[in-house]
């Protein structure tokens, strides 16, 4: 099973953050998954998930 790189909008008013601050970025494999970051900007969270999917890919970036 793969592990997929995902951007999803978190909590903002439980932490204070704005709501432009409220991204974040989660490794999922099946039905187990970790954040990797969170308080994000969603042009910062999708670049980021964009990074680790290069890394998992070995470079190769998925063109579908």
């Given at each position: 099973?793969?592990?997929v790189v995902?951007?999803d ?11 432009e601050r409220?991204w974040?970025?989660r490794?999922?494999?099946g039905?187990?998954w970790v ?9 910062a969270a999708?670049r980021?998930a964009e990074?680790i999917?290069d ?10």
């Amino acid at each position: 099973m793969p592990v997929v790189v995902e951007v999803d909008l978190g909590s903002a008013s439980s932490r204070g953050r704005p709501p432009e601050r409220s991204w974040m970025v989660r490794m999922r494999r099946g039905d187990r998954w970790v954040i990797v970051a969170i308080g994000l900007r969603r042009y910062a969270a999708d670049r980021l998930a964009e990074q680790i999917t290069d890394l998992l890919n070995n470079g190769r970036r998925d063109r579908s």
